[in-house]
Protein backbone atom coordinates (compact mmCIF):
# COMPACT_ATOMS: atom_id res chain seq x y z
CA UNK A 1 0.00 0.00 0.00
CA UNK A 2 3.00 2.32 0.70
CA UNK A 3 4.44 1.60 -2.80
CA UNK A 4 1.22 2.21 -4.02
CA UNK A 5 1.04 5.44 -2.06
CA UNK A 6 4.62 6.75 -3.12
CA UNK A 7 3.50 5.59 -7.14
CA UNK A 8 -0.04 8.13 -6.91
CA UNK A 9 1.98 10.98 -5.29
CA UNK A 10 4.74 10.71 -8.15
CA UNK A 11 2.10 10.70 -10.77
CA UNK A 12 0.38 13.90 -9.25
CA UNK A 13 3.62 15.34 -8.99
CA UNK A 14 4.60 14.51 -12.67
CA UNK A 15 1.08 16.20 -13.83
CA UNK A 16 1.66 19.41 -11.99
CA UNK A 17 4.60 19.77 -13.09
CA UNK A 18 3.92 19.19 -16.53
CA UNK A 19 0.51 21.36 -16.22
CA UNK A 20 2.60 24.60 -14.66
CA UNK A 21 5.13 23.90 -17.64
CA UNK A 22 2.48 24.25 -20.12
CA UNK A 23 1.19 27.42 -18.91
CA UNK A 24 4.76 28.80 -18.84
CA UNK A 25 5.19 27.70 -22.65
CA UNK A 26 1.63 29.65 -23.52
CA UNK A 27 3.00 32.89 -21.68
CA UNK A 28 0.85 32.64 -18.70
CA UNK A 29 2.64 34.79 -16.08
CA UNK A 30 4.59 33.25 -13.12
CA UNK A 31 2.75 33.35 -10.04
CA UNK A 32 3.57 36.21 -7.59
CA UNK A 33 4.25 34.94 -4.24
CA UNK A 34 5.22 37.57 -2.63
CA UNK A 35 1.96 39.13 -3.76
CA UNK A 36 -0.09 35.98 -2.23
CA UNK A 37 1.70 36.36 1.23
CA UNK A 38 1.01 39.95 1.89
CA UNK A 39 -2.67 39.80 0.50
CA UNK A 40 -3.19 36.73 3.31
CA UNK A 41 -0.67 38.60 5.66
CA UNK A 42 0.93 35.12 6.13
CA UNK A 43 3.48 32.54 4.90
CA UNK A 44 2.73 29.16 4.50
CA UNK A 45 5.53 26.99 5.45
CA UNK A 46 5.58 22.97 4.91
CA UNK A 47 7.82 21.26 7.85
CA UNK A 48 8.20 17.91 8.71
CA UNK A 49 5.74 15.71 11.73
CA UNK A 50 7.71 15.70 14.83
CA UNK A 51 11.29 16.34 13.77
CA UNK A 52 13.07 17.76 17.17
CA UNK A 53 15.54 20.33 16.25
CA UNK A 54 13.88 21.05 13.06
CA UNK A 55 10.31 21.41 13.50
CA UNK A 56 8.29 20.62 16.71
CA UNK A 57 5.25 22.10 18.39
CA UNK A 58 6.24 22.96 21.98
CA UNK A 59 4.09 22.90 25.51
CA UNK A 60 1.79 25.99 24.07
CA UNK A 61 1.85 24.75 20.40
CA UNK A 62 4.29 26.91 18.89
CA UNK A 63 6.69 25.01 16.18
CA UNK A 64 10.17 25.79 17.46
CA UNK A 65 13.29 24.36 15.23
CA UNK A 66 15.59 25.61 12.64
CA UNK A 67 13.26 24.78 9.76
CA UNK A 68 10.68 26.68 11.74
CA UNK A 69 13.43 29.69 11.93
CA UNK A 70 13.96 29.75 8.37
CA UNK A 71 10.73 30.21 7.47
CA UNK A 72 10.23 33.13 10.27
CA UNK A 73 12.77 34.50 8.81
CA UNK A 74 11.72 34.66 5.55
CA UNK A 75 8.23 36.19 7.26
CA UNK A 76 10.01 38.77 8.84
CA UNK A 77 11.69 40.02 5.81
CA UNK A 78 8.71 40.32 3.75
CA UNK A 79 6.08 41.20 6.35
CA UNK A 80 8.02 42.87 8.97
CA UNK A 81 6.82 39.98 11.65
CA UNK A 82 8.49 36.81 11.73
CA UNK A 83 5.11 35.20 13.47
CA UNK A 84 3.54 35.31 10.76
CA UNK A 85 3.80 32.19 9.17
CA UNK A 86 1.26 29.17 9.11
CA UNK A 87 2.77 26.15 9.24
CA UNK A 88 1.90 22.85 7.50
CA UNK A 89 3.60 19.41 8.70
CA UNK A 90 4.21 17.05 5.98
CA UNK A 91 5.32 13.71 4.64
CA UNK A 92 8.16 13.07 2.56
CA UNK A 93 5.58 11.29 0.41
CA UNK A 94 3.47 14.77 0.62
CA UNK A 95 5.98 17.53 0.61
CA UNK A 96 6.68 17.66 -3.23
CA UNK A 97 2.81 17.61 -4.32
CA UNK A 98 2.03 20.28 -1.73
CA UNK A 99 4.06 22.89 -2.95
CA UNK A 100 3.75 22.18 -6.59
CA UNK A 101 0.36 22.88 -6.26
CA UNK A 102 0.46 25.79 -4.60
CA UNK A 103 -0.74 24.43 -0.61
CA UNK A 104 2.55 25.63 0.50
CA UNK A 105 4.47 29.00 -0.25
CA UNK A 106 7.94 27.19 1.22
CA UNK A 107 9.02 23.96 1.74
CA UNK A 108 11.61 23.91 4.74
CA UNK A 109 11.54 20.28 5.89
CA UNK A 110 14.94 18.10 5.89
CA UNK A 111 14.68 18.24 2.60
CA UNK A 112 18.04 16.83 0.74
CA UNK A 113 19.17 19.22 -2.80
CA UNK A 114 19.68 17.09 -5.54
CA UNK A 115 20.01 17.61 -9.17
CA UNK A 116 17.24 15.51 -9.83
CA UNK A 117 14.52 17.24 -7.65
CA UNK A 118 15.92 20.55 -9.13
CA UNK A 119 15.14 19.40 -13.32
CA UNK A 120 12.40 17.23 -13.00
CA UNK A 121 9.97 18.77 -9.62
CA UNK A 122 9.54 22.49 -10.74
CA UNK A 123 10.93 23.42 -7.66
CA UNK A 124 14.34 25.13 -6.51
CA UNK A 125 16.60 25.33 -3.67
CA UNK A 126 17.30 28.33 -1.85
CA UNK A 127 20.16 27.61 -0.30
CA UNK A 128 21.59 25.27 2.42
CA UNK A 129 20.73 25.44 6.39
CA UNK A 130 21.95 22.33 7.51
CA UNK A 131 24.85 19.88 5.82
CA UNK A 132 23.88 16.95 6.94
CA UNK A 133 24.53 12.79 5.81
CA UNK A 134 23.22 9.18 6.41
CA UNK A 135 23.45 7.02 8.91
CA UNK A 136 22.16 4.41 10.93
CA UNK A 137 21.08 3.61 14.38
CA UNK A 138 21.24 0.44 16.16
CA UNK A 139 20.23 -1.37 19.43
CA UNK A 140 23.37 -1.06 21.42
CA UNK A 141 22.66 -4.65 23.08
CA UNK A 142 22.98 -6.03 19.33
CA UNK A 143 26.71 -5.61 19.48
CA UNK A 144 26.97 -4.01 16.40
CA UNK A 145 29.59 -1.14 15.85
CA UNK A 146 30.02 -1.00 12.05
CA UNK A 147 27.70 -0.56 9.28
CA UNK A 148 29.30 -3.22 7.28
CA UNK A 149 28.16 -5.66 9.93
CA UNK A 150 24.88 -4.90 9.03
CA UNK A 151 24.83 -7.75 6.09
CA UNK A 152 21.48 -9.85 6.07
CA UNK A 153 19.81 -6.77 8.13
CA UNK A 154 16.23 -5.62 8.68
CA UNK A 155 16.50 -2.12 7.87
CA UNK A 156 13.38 0.29 8.74
CA UNK A 157 13.26 3.42 6.10
CA UNK A 158 10.56 6.10 4.89
CA UNK A 159 9.43 5.32 1.10
CA UNK A 160 10.23 8.65 -1.33
CA UNK A 161 13.35 9.81 0.01
CA UNK A 162 17.04 10.08 -1.08
CA UNK A 163 17.12 7.70 2.34
CA UNK A 164 15.81 5.07 0.89
CA UNK A 165 17.58 5.53 -2.87
CA UNK A 166 21.40 5.43 -0.43
CA UNK A 167 20.16 2.82 1.29
CA UNK A 168 20.08 0.32 -1.58
CA UNK A 169 23.49 2.35 -2.87
CA UNK A 170 25.54 1.66 0.09
CA UNK A 171 24.36 -2.17 0.45
CA UNK A 172 24.50 -3.21 -3.26
CA UNK A 173 28.04 -1.28 -3.48
CA UNK A 174 29.68 -3.35 -0.28
CA UNK A 175 28.08 -6.57 -1.37
CA UNK A 176 25.80 -6.95 1.41
CA UNK A 177 22.47 -7.94 1.41
CA UNK A 178 19.31 -6.16 3.05
CA UNK A 179 15.51 -6.73 3.93
CA UNK A 180 13.80 -2.63 3.89
CA UNK A 181 11.37 -2.07 6.37
CA UNK A 182 8.86 0.42 4.01
CA UNK A 183 6.90 3.15 6.31
CA UNK A 184 5.84 6.35 5.91
CA UNK A 185 4.84 7.57 9.37
CA UNK A 186 7.67 9.11 11.16
CA UNK A 187 6.13 7.82 14.59
CA UNK A 188 5.56 4.66 12.96
CA UNK A 189 8.78 3.87 12.00
CA UNK A 190 10.56 4.86 15.03
CA UNK A 191 7.85 2.74 17.07
CA UNK A 192 8.75 -0.28 14.42
CA UNK A 193 12.26 0.05 15.36
CA UNK A 194 11.90 0.20 19.15
CA UNK A 195 9.82 -2.69 18.68
CA UNK A 196 12.34 -4.68 17.62
CA UNK A 197 11.04 -4.73 14.03
CA UNK A 198 13.92 -3.77 12.24
CA UNK A 199 17.80 -4.66 12.54
CA UNK A 200 19.21 -1.02 12.31
CA UNK A 201 16.94 2.52 11.52
CA UNK A 202 18.33 4.63 8.52
CA UNK A 203 17.82 8.06 7.98
CA UNK A 204 19.79 11.77 7.90
CA UNK A 205 21.91 11.80 11.13
CA UNK A 206 20.23 14.97 12.59
CA UNK A 207 17.10 13.08 11.86
CA UNK A 208 18.23 9.87 14.14
CA UNK A 209 20.22 12.25 17.06
CA UNK A 210 16.93 13.81 17.04
CA UNK A 211 14.75 10.92 17.55
CA UNK A 212 17.32 9.62 20.44
CA UNK A 213 17.02 12.93 21.98
CA UNK A 214 13.66 12.07 22.74
CA UNK A 215 13.71 9.05 24.84
CA UNK A 216 13.94 10.28 27.93
CA UNK A 217 14.22 6.82 29.71
CA UNK A 218 16.75 5.11 27.22
CA UNK A 219 18.11 7.03 24.74
CA UNK A 220 21.63 5.06 25.80
CA UNK A 221 20.03 1.96 24.43
CA UNK A 222 20.79 3.15 21.07
CA UNK A 223 24.04 3.19 19.22
CA UNK A 224 24.49 5.95 16.05
CA UNK A 225 27.01 3.91 14.47
CA UNK A 226 29.95 6.05 12.76
CA UNK A 227 29.64 5.39 8.84
CA UNK A 228 28.30 8.61 6.95
CA UNK A 229 27.39 7.48 3.63
CA UNK A 230 25.95 9.96 1.81
CA UNK A 231 25.82 13.90 1.47
CA UNK A 232 22.65 15.33 2.89
CA UNK A 233 22.58 19.11 1.65
CA UNK A 234 19.20 20.24 3.17
CA UNK A 235 17.23 23.74 2.71
CA UNK A 236 14.59 25.69 1.78
CA UNK A 237 12.68 25.06 -1.41
CA UNK A 238 10.20 26.86 -3.61
CA UNK A 239 8.54 26.65 -6.69
CA UNK A 240 10.40 27.67 -10.30
CA UNK A 241 9.80 30.87 -11.87
CA UNK A 242 8.94 32.93 -9.07
CA UNK A 243 12.31 34.32 -8.65
CA UNK A 244 11.72 37.22 -6.61
CA UNK A 245 10.38 35.47 -4.02
CA UNK A 246 13.35 32.95 -4.56
CA UNK A 247 15.60 35.49 -4.27
CA UNK A 248 14.15 37.07 -1.31
CA UNK A 249 14.14 33.57 0.48
CA UNK A 250 17.70 32.86 -0.16
CA UNK A 251 19.01 36.17 0.99
CA UNK A 252 17.56 35.67 4.06
CA UNK A 253 19.42 32.59 4.98
CA UNK A 254 22.65 34.56 3.83
CA UNK A 255 21.46 38.18 5.60
CA UNK A 256 21.74 35.54 9.09
CA UNK A 257 24.40 33.39 7.91
CA UNK A 258 26.51 36.81 7.11
CA UNK A 259 25.34 38.53 10.35
CA UNK A 260 27.17 35.86 12.33
CA UNK A 261 30.26 36.32 10.18
CA UNK A 262 30.07 40.16 11.32
CA UNK A 263 29.61 39.50 14.59
CA UNK A 264 25.42 41.39 14.56
CA UNK A 265 23.71 39.56 17.15
CA UNK A 266 19.36 39.85 17.76
CA UNK A 267 20.89 41.81 20.80
CA UNK A 268 22.88 44.62 19.46
CA UNK A 269 21.57 45.00 15.87
CA UNK A 270 19.51 47.57 16.31
CA UNK A 271 22.17 49.52 17.82
CA UNK A 272 24.56 48.26 14.89
CA UNK A 273 22.27 49.46 12.40
CA UNK A 274 22.59 53.39 13.69
CA UNK A 275 25.88 53.07 15.38
CA UNK A 276 28.38 51.11 13.05
CA UNK A 277 31.06 52.39 10.49
CA UNK A 278 31.55 48.88 8.83
CA UNK A 279 30.74 49.21 5.00
CA UNK A 280 29.47 45.62 5.17
CA UNK A 281 27.44 45.92 8.52
CA UNK A 282 25.98 49.35 6.68
CA UNK A 283 24.84 47.57 3.59
CA UNK A 284 23.49 44.30 5.45
CA UNK A 285 21.07 46.67 7.85
CA UNK A 286 19.91 48.72 4.86
CA UNK A 287 22.41 51.90 6.19
CA UNK A 288 23.83 51.90 2.28
CA UNK A 289 22.28 51.60 -0.79
CA UNK A 290 18.98 50.24 -1.85
CA UNK A 291 19.48 46.18 -1.65
CA UNK A 292 16.14 45.77 0.31
CA UNK A 293 14.10 47.70 -2.61
CA UNK A 294 15.74 45.36 -5.39
CA UNK A 295 14.06 42.71 -4.16
CA UNK A 296 10.67 44.64 -3.52
CA UNK A 297 11.43 44.80 0.26
CA UNK A 298 12.06 47.59 2.88
CA UNK A 299 15.73 48.54 3.19
CA UNK A 300 15.54 47.09 7.00
CA UNK A 301 14.44 43.75 5.86
CA UNK A 302 17.63 41.99 7.38
CA UNK A 303 17.70 43.79 10.43
CA UNK A 304 13.51 42.83 11.29
CA UNK A 305 15.50 39.11 10.33
CA UNK A 306 18.31 39.39 13.07
CA UNK A 307 15.88 41.32 15.43
CA UNK A 308 13.25 38.93 15.24
CA UNK A 309 14.72 35.51 14.50
CA UNK A 310 19.06 35.65 15.09
CA UNK A 311 21.26 35.56 13.41
CA UNK A 312 22.31 31.59 12.21
CA UNK A 313 24.79 30.53 15.30
CA UNK A 314 21.53 31.54 17.39
CA UNK A 315 19.52 29.69 15.28
CA UNK A 316 21.53 26.41 15.12
CA UNK A 317 22.25 26.98 19.13
CA UNK A 318 18.64 27.59 20.30
CA UNK A 319 17.76 24.68 18.28
CA UNK A 320 20.47 22.07 17.16
CA UNK A 321 22.40 22.08 20.16
CA UNK A 322 20.18 21.30 22.66
CA UNK A 323 20.08 18.00 20.65
CA UNK A 324 23.46 16.97 20.83
CA UNK A 325 24.82 17.59 17.18
CA UNK A 326 28.09 19.89 17.43
CA UNK A 327 28.38 22.31 14.45
CA UNK A 328 30.79 21.00 12.58
CA UNK A 329 30.61 21.09 9.07
CA UNK A 330 28.22 23.75 10.18
CA UNK A 331 30.39 26.33 10.76
CA UNK A 332 30.80 28.97 9.72
CA UNK A 333 33.86 28.75 6.61
CA UNK A 334 36.51 30.82 9.04
CA UNK A 335 35.76 28.34 11.73
CA UNK A 336 36.49 25.35 9.80
CA UNK A 337 32.86 24.69 8.67
CA UNK A 338 30.92 25.27 5.18
CA UNK A 339 28.70 27.63 5.68
CA UNK A 340 29.35 30.77 3.51
CA UNK A 341 27.42 33.89 2.70
CA UNK A 342 28.10 35.66 -1.05
CA UNK A 343 28.42 39.51 -0.81
CA UNK A 344 25.61 41.13 0.35
CA UNK A 345 26.72 44.12 -1.73
Aim: glycine content about 10%; charged content about 20%; aromatic content about 8%.
Amino acid sequence: MTGLRTRIAGVAAAAVFAFAGQALAQGAAPPDTVAAIRARGSLVCGVAINAPGFALPDSRGEFRGLDVDTCRAVAAAILGDATKVRFVPNTAVQRFPMLQSGELDILARNTTWTLGRETSLGLAFAGINFYDGQGFMVRRSANVTSARQLDGATVCVQPGTTTELNLADYFRTNRMRFTPVVIESVEEIRAAFVAGRCDAYTNDISSLASFRATRTTDADSFLLLPEVISKEPLGPTVRKGDWRFFDIVRWSLYAQIAAEELGVTSANVEELARTSTNPDIQRLLGRSGDLGRSMGLNNDWAVQIIRQVGNYGEMYERSITPIGIPRGVNNLWNNGGLHYAPPIR
